[in-house]
């Protein structure tokens, strides 16, 4: 069963973008933006555990206090 999301407040500069990329990919502004979920929801699971170990590196944690200050801040974010 589909779900219905809402988005609001989007700021006009990015308003007008999304409508353009979804002109030239020939989609309305509905499926563009599905598009983009698709994709953002696949890359995200598609992580290798190589990728996973590039991407914590590239953090440059050097302690595991580091590491669990930066993993609270993360959550503490959502």
């Given at each position: ?10 700021p ?65 974010a959502?």
């Amino acid at each position: 069963m589909a779900v219905t999301l809402r988005v609001e407040n989007v700021p006009e500069e990015v308003a007008a973008r999304l409508e353009e990329r979804a002109r030239k990919s020939r989609r309305s502004l509905q499926g563009e933006l599905l598009r983009i979920l698709e994709k953002a929801v696949a890359e995200e699971e598609q992580l290798t555990p190589g990728q996973v170990l590039e991407k914590v590196r590239s953090l440059k944690l050097k302690t595991p206090a580091e590491s669990a200050a930066f993993i609270r801040q993360d959550r503490d974010a959502h």
